[in-house]
Each structure stands twice: as C-alpha cells, then as structure tokens.
C-alpha cells in the first residue's frame, strides 16, 4: 500500500498497473520528455490538450477527431481553404450570393475583346448564358470565353465562331470574394 504521508497526491494502486493522480496533482516532463501513446486509447471527461504555436496536432488515417454536442471548435479564419472541401460541400443555404456581378454582353466576331463594363481583373467567371437565336433557348456559353477576366470591361472570347449577334449574361464572383 502507498504511503500516503509522503505521496500525498500520487499513488500506485496494487498490482502496479495504474498510476493514480488525485485532486490536483500533475505530471509534469523534463525537457525531452515524453509519453507513448501508440496503441493506447486516452479517455477522461474534460481532458484538454494544448497544442503551442508550430505545434501539430496529427489524426492518423483512420482515426476520428469527434466534437461533442454543445461543444465548439474555434478557428481562426481562413483556416479552411477551398481546396480542403469536397465538391459539393458547399450548399445554397451556406453561399452568400449578393456579392455575384450579373453583367450582359455582346458576343464578337471570332476570338477577341467583348466589352463588359463592370468587370474587374481576377473576376471569376461562374456562368455564361445566351441564345443562339433571337427567342432562341438560353444555353451556357461559357466554354467559348475567359474562365476568369484578364482586362478591366472586357471579357475575352476565346472562340473563333461568330457570336457578334448574341447577348449574353455573365454570373461573376468578384476577385475579392
């Protein structure tokens, strides 16, 4: 049995398999210490570890990072990069669409400058709608322009077709968004 006069806070339960910290007890490392978790399983109501600046916490392949109910995860912004979503994940109900340009424009003879007063350098082209015909069905034209604008009010034709007498709308999320 431990000696409680000395370890007050630490004890050795018998059969020498847990180490028990009691009330406010720690552990605390030296510098280069460590403890191997390999294969071992970390449970506890309230348990909380502090990851310092630089510092990686990692989740293997796997592994499960799960977040309680009631609980939160706080991240700085821009901590999640488009690239880190999955096609799709995004939803109408998430997207702020007041920040999109809706600008018309005539189509040119062959690939050149359309101009498109409203349009910024950097300006991504999300859709292009026109009609082949006057009363025609509106169709996607995007494949015959610029995916994204290069020249202040112009968005560039990259097809050699002549699309001079076609209107069409282009659906723009602006560079800064």
């Known amino acids: 049995m431990a000696d409680d006069s000395y370890n007050t806070q630490v004890v050795i339960e018998q059969g020498g398999k847990v180490l028990r910290i009691k ?79 809706c600008i018309a424009f005539v189509g040119h003879s062959g690939a050149g400058a359309c101009t498109a007063t409203g349009t910024a350098v950097g300006d991504r082209v999300v859709a292009i709608f026109g009609t082949a015909t006057a009363g025609g069905a509106l169709v996607s034209a995007k494949s015959s322009f610029e995916s994204a604008i290069t020249v202040i009010n112009q968005i560039q034709q990259s097809s050699a077709s002549d699309l001079s007498g076609n209107t069409y709308i282009a659906l723009l999320l602006p560079a800064a968004a």
Not at 38 to 60: K, R, S, Y
């Open 23 to 101: 009330g406010s007890g720690s552990i605390t490392f030296d510098s280069g210490g460590t403890i191997d978790l390999t294969n071992a399983t970390v449970t506890g109501g309230g348990a909380q570890q502090t990851i310092g600046n630089g510092q990686t916490l990692e989740i293997q392949s796997g592994a499960t990072l799960q977040i309680d109910s009631g609980a939160t995860l706080t991240m700085p912004n821009g901590t999640i990069v488009t690239a880190e979503l999955n096609a799709g994940a995004v939803t109408g109900p998430k997207l702020d669409l007041s920040g999109l340009k």
